[in-house]
Every structure is written in structure tokens, then in C-alpha cells.
């Protein structure tokens, strides 16, 4: 271990956790620094495996957005280090979605571990988070408003009905209930990604504000030490009075700019921090330099909700789709690309009419990223690919969408061209099937008296 990532407790009482990775299955877990971390004494080994940065796929369509190998190499890693270790491992929204058949699979796969390493006996204990549409749908019949966020209006029925699946996020709760119930390993469903990290600190009598800030910093892994290293592991340790957090990839190191920077990720403001039951004020940290590689954090403060409210995920399909890819690098055709699109655009409503499918170009060296808050829309690069996208109840006519749009870019009719050739070539001949197109249907908060009513615990044994 490197001398300078040695340095022993800074309390009597303290909580250490080794994070592996950001987002478990999705890139792998790097073994080097993970290696590191199992070396520094952790009390817990734990990692976050959900996201929305997927996308709406995976949950509406119940399957995970990486292979199911990168998956089980992940659990094998944390697995194998948190029984030699004798400390508990814990795994936060299984497969990326948190739902039922994830959890079942993140399960599976550590008894199959467990029998395949001849792991002595031990106990795994998980919880589901998905929410029927009956109940939801029993909700709004009484009048129980299920709130929108970011806009949204409240659920209503239709809205319902264009759902396919749903999961509700977990706070800390179900996670303490399977430590209290002497869980060695935990699969968890849908959860506040600061949640299983907080969790463990709580149970322990650590205060709130730092449990929460702690699971904050600590769920994205090396996101928040410089350079940037990826899927790199961090140590976190938690005192009565602070949290350190230690970069374990000894080419990087934790400032009081990455710290601080982190904390403020991926948040409308960035210094709240909400989940089940509450939320975290960041805005009165105090960020120091501990040592070469670690930060310590004072200061955040806790505030419990008025009400409990338990965020909803739903998603829904919207049809089939194809995608077909188009270069250009004829400047004239560039400078009129909207005609070319135009163009496609119509020969596609000639055969199908305005409706019943839809069609997209997201046009990359001018506007794909950002869309209408592009500032640089008017001066393209020099050469542009347009991905058109079609989407339709049936694979034919998705198919069919697809293809019309991406051709017909090759017989756009411009403006001061008399040549019969096109203007644009095509990376495929043919347009390639994709997954099924969904949007997101549900970002809203429900009420509830318990913040367990919705997440029911089991435990099961795993080893031989």
C-alpha cells in the first residue's frame, strides 16, 4: 500500500467503506485500487448499481444495459474481499433499475458465487421496490394526489395506463432492517443513491447530516477525486464530528475543488440533497485538505421532511425502432441540412400520413448535445452525421420509417443543384434494429405513513 494512503483512525469511533465502483456492472471494477481499499481496514464494502443516466430502456423493458458477464465479475469482486474480509457487502438498485427481476438476479448470482467459491454459509438479505399500477391507480380514484416533480402535472390515469413499470426509490430503512436482521451480503431495489451508505452510519449513531453527506460523496466512487480515474475505488470513514475521503488509486488524490465539486453534482441546487424522509443542507460545508489524498468535510445539516414521500420512476413503450447513420461533408448540403431533413421528413408523411409513428434526426457537429441551447448552431463542423431514428407500433414499420427518412436524405432536392448526384453517404446500406423506444412517464412523489410500506425485506442463505 502506498505510505501515503496509511494513516490509521482518526477517531475511537469511526465507520470505514470502500466504494468500488460508481455504477456496479456498467464498467468494471479496477482491481488495483480496489485491492488498496480491502487493505485499509473497511467496516463495510458497498456500491451503487442504479442510475437514470441509462435512460428509460431498461426499466420499462425490465432488463439491464450491460452484459450480464460485467455483471457477475462485479459481484465476484466485492463478494470474494467482503467474505475474506468478514465485513458486510452491500449493493444498492440492482441491475440499474432497482426492479424485482434485478434483484432476483443480483441475488442468483451471488448464491451461484457463494457455491462456485465454496463460500462458508452466510445470510443475504434483499428488498423489492417496484409498485403495482392497481395500487397507484386505488390512489388516484380517492383523490391522493401523487405530485409531480420538475414540472410534471400530477399522475393521472392516462398517464398510468401508459406505463409499464414502476419503482419507488428506498431510503436508509430497508437497509437497516437487513443489517438488524444480520444480513452479511444486501441486494437492494430501487434507492437514493447516498442511501446504503448512509444507512450502515446511521444504524451505528452516527449523526444524520454527515451519515447522508457521507453517502453523497461516496456513491460515484473516484468521481470525486482528480485526475479524473473512472471506475476507480475511494475509502470514506466517518467520525462523530466529520467525514474524510480518501482517493486509493495512488495517480489520484481527493481536493477540496473535487470534494466540493462532487457534492454539488447532478442537482437542481447544489447544495440539497433529498431522499425519503428528508433531505441534506452542503451549503455550510467546510472542505480541508487532511492530507495529500484525503478531504475532510464538516458542516452539512439535516432537515427531516413534514411528511414522508417516496419518489416514483415509471417508464413506457413507445414503439419499435430502427436507426439509420448519414454523413455529409458536401458544404452546401451542410449549410441546408434542415432542407435535406425537410425533405426525408416528407417522403416518410407520403407513405404514412403525419401520425401513428415518429421520426427523429439528431444532427452531430451542429446541435445533437444541446438542441435549441446550442450557442455554435449557425457555424456546423465541417462534416456532420445525422442519426434518424424511427420509431412505430410494428418492427416493419419502424423498419420502413427508418429506411424512408435515411435515403430519401440522398434525393433531397436543393436549391441551386443541378447534379444528379447526393449529397450525403451512408455508413450501412440498411438501417439497424435498436431497443425499443420509451420515455420516462412518472417523476412524482406519493405519500406514505411508513417509510417501509413499500419495500418488503427478505433473507435467504447462501453458501455451502
Not at 125 to 144: M, P, Q
Not at 254 to 264: E, F, N, Q, R, Y
Not at 278 to 286: A, E, L, T, Y
Amino acid at each position: 500500500m502506498p505510505a501515503s494512503i496509511q494513516h490509521s483512525r482518526s477517531a475511537n469511533h469511526t465507520l470505514r467503506i470502500v466504494c468500488p465502483n460508481g455504477h456496479l456492472g456498467f464498467a468494471s471494477i479496477r482491481t488495483g485500487s480496489f485491492r488498496i481499499g480491502c487493505e485499509s481496514e473497511p467496516d463495510l464494502i458497498c456500491a451503487d448499481s442504479g442510475s437514470c443516466d441509462v435512460g428509460p430502456v431498461p426499466l420499462g423493458s425490465d432488463t439491464s444495459s450491460s452484459p450480464l458477464q460485467w455483471q457477475i465479475d462485479d459481484l465476484e469482486t466485492m463478494l470474494v474481499a467482503s467474505r475474506r474480509l468478514g465485513v458486510p457487502m452491500i449493493v444498492g438498485s440492482a441491475g440499474d433499475t432497482g426492479s424485482n427481476s434485478r434483484v432476483d438476479l443480483f441475488v442468483g448470482i451471488i448464491r451461484d458465487l457463494a457455491r462456485k467459491h465454496g463460500l462458508a454459509k452466510f445470510r443475504v438479505g434483499y428488498f423489492y421496490s417496484e409498485v403495482g399500477k392497481d395500487a397507484l391507480r386505488r390512489r388516484i380514484d380517492t383523490g391522493d394526489t401523487v405530485t409531480g416533480l420538475d414540472a410534471r402535472t400530477p399522475l393521472d390515469l392516462a398517464t398510468l395506463d401508459a406505463t409499464d413499470r414502476i419503482v419507488a426509490v428506498a431510503g436508509v430503512h430497508p437497509y437497516i432492517k437487513l443489517l438488524d436482521h444480520g444480513a452479511d451480503v444486501i441486494i437492494g431495489g430501487r434507492s437514493s443513491d447516498c442511501a446504503l451508505f448512509a444507512a450502515p452510519a446511521i444504524r451505528q449513531g452516527f449523526p444524520e447530516a454527515l451519515a447522508y453527506f457521507y453517502g453523497k460523496i461516496l456513491e460515484c466512487a473516484s468521481f470525486c477525486a482528480e485526475p479524473y480515474g473512472a471506475k476507480e475505488s475511494v475509502l470514506g470513514e466517518i467520525t462523530m464530528e466529520d467525514v474524510k475521503i480518501t482517493a486509493l488509486l495512488p495517480e489520484q488524490r481527493c481536493t477540496i475543488a473535487s470534494v466540493a465539486g462532487h457534492a454539488m453534482y447532478e442537482r437542481a441546487n447544489p447544495f440539497y440533497e433529498h431522499f425519503l424522509g428528508g433531505h441534506i443542507d452542503m451549503s455550510r460545508c467546510r472542505y480541508e485538505q487532511y492530507d495529500e489524498r484525503t478531504v475532510r468535510v464538516t458542516g452539512p445539516s439535516y432537515a427531516p421532511a413534514a411528511e414522508l414521500r417516496v419518489k416514483l420512476e415509471g417508464s413506457g413503450k413507445i414503439g419499435e425502432r430502427y436507426v439509420g447513420i448519414v454523413g455529409v461533408r458536401d458544404p452546401y448540403t451542410i449549410a441546408n441540412i434542415d432542407l435535406v431533413t425537410g425533405w426525408a421528413r416528407r417522403q416518410v408523411a407520403e407513405r404514412f400520413g403525419d401520425s401513428g409513428y415518429e421520426l427523429h434526426f439528431s444532427i452531430y457537429g451542429r446541435d445533437a448535445i444541446l438542441g435549441p441551447s446550442e450557442p455554435l448552431k449557425t457555424t456546423p463542423a465541417h462534416e456532420l452525421a445525422i442519426v434518424v431514428q424511427g420509431t412505430a407500433p410494428t418492427k416493419a414499420m419502424a423498419e420502413e420509417v427508418a429506411m424512408i427518412a435515411t435515403r430519401q436524405m440522398f434525393y433531397a432536392r436543393l436549391p441551386q443543384v443541378k447534379g444528379t448526384a447526393g449529397g450525403v453517404a451512408f455508413l450501412l446500406d440498411e438501417v439497424m434494429p435498436a431497443s425499443p423506444a420509451y420515455c420516462w412517464t412518472l417523476n412524482h412523489t406519493m405519500r406514505v405513513e411508513d417509510p417501509l410500506e413499500l419495500f418488503p425485506t427478505f433473507v435467504v442463505e447462501a453458501g455451502v
